[in-house]
């Protein structure tokens, strides 16, 4: 493999594409690998188009948009992160106020907020016509058995979120990230999401969670999921891509490794085809990204590239073939 020293650069899911004219002009500025993937991660909380990240996404069974976020920086191993946080709509730039001003890494929830309104961010709608719609579609409506998650029984319960993994497609799961590697060599890695559509209230996925969905180590590259965070969670995913650097591996088996360890696990709700994803770079700013799905791509952009290029992931699907 090349060690071709490569600065100046982003990869993240395909989603992350709306951002990267932002945090291109960011690195051809001199800026920093935080404030380019801030910037980047911005963009995409702020497309209404996207159901999985920010203003737009899908709300939880109650019909209120919770999101996540989380940043890491490579150069320090500083972090921030916030779960749960309701009429914020930028969550990414909250958890960075966390990990520059607090002596913390994650908030959720009201403390979120009121964090949040205490250093000026403005609160705002994030329910849009279309996701509430989606969200009456399936909870409301036709759907009239789901009316059983109200109850505070753990079996209705259950059944309900059996009932929701089979309503789930691929905007459900959608969340964006993205890991930038600066002119200076600095890397960062940012993550967002609204979670799982219709998740239960205070349900936290990988993306808040340092480790499981994001990580970031100068001294040896990054790594960011995107799917089941669950499974990500169980797995510490982001860290262990990271870990398998440290110890030598490649990139491509870094993630391959990571990839294979989630066949460990015993999870019914898993049957997906495109069940989890993972974008990585390693120290010398070489990206690669792999899928439970051939189908999944990533894209990628350096600082002399006029515009992102989009690539197939590698693919190592959950069972074996
Ligand atoms: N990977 C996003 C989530 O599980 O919430």
Redesign the pocket.
């Known amino acids: 493999m090349s060690h071709q020293d490569i600065r100046g650069v982003i990869v993240g899911s395909a989603n992350a594409r709306v951002g990267f004219p932002a945090a291109i002009e960011i690195l051809r500025a001199g800026g920093s690998a935080i404030d380019a993937a801030v910037a980047a991660v911005r963009a995409v909380e702020d497309d209404l188009d996207d159901q999985g990240v920010g203003t737009g996404g899908i709300p939880n069974i109650l019909g209120q948009v919770e999101l ?1 976020a989380s940043i890491m920086d490579g150069r320090t191993l500083a972090a921030g992160a916030v779960g749960a946080v309701k009429r914020y709509p930028h969550p990414i730039e909250i958890a960075r106020k966390v990990m520059e001003v607090t002596p913390h890494v994650m908030l959720v929830g009201e403390g979120a907020e009121l964090f949040a309104r205490y250093h000026g961010f403005e609160p705002a709608d994030l329910l849009t016509p279309e996701a509430e719609q989606a969200w009456r579609a399936v909870v409301g409506g036709e759907a009239t058995t789901r009316s059983s998650v109200y109850e505070d029984s753990y079996q209705l319960y259950m059944q309900a979120v059996k009932d929701w993994v089979k309503l789930l497609h691929k905007e459900i ?1 959608g ?1 964006t990230n993205v890991i930038v590697r600066d002119l200076n060599g600095d890397i960062a890695c940012a993550v967002s ?1 609204s ?2 559509g219709f998740k239960w209230p205070g349900r936290l ?3 808040p969670i340092i480790g499981a ?1 994001n990580y970031a180590d100068n001294r040896y590259g990054a790594a960011a ?6 499974m ?1 969670i169980r797995c510490a995913s982001a860290h262990s891509v990271v870990m398998y650097l440290r110890h030598g591996l490649s990139l491509e088996e870094a993630l391959r490794q990571a990839m294979l360890d989630l066949r460990q696990l015993d999870d019914p709700f898993a049957e997906r085809h495109n069940v989890m994803n993972i974008v990585a770079m390693d120290r010398h700013g070489q990206v690669l990204a792999a899928s439970t799905s051939s189908e999944a791509t990533y894209v990628v952009q350096t600082v002399e590239m006029e515009t992102y290029e989009e690539r197939p992931r590698l693919h190592v699907p959950l069972h074996e073939v």
């Open positions: 996540d799961f969340t999401t979670g799982w996925g990988d993306s969905g999921c995107t799917g089941r965070g669950e990500a």
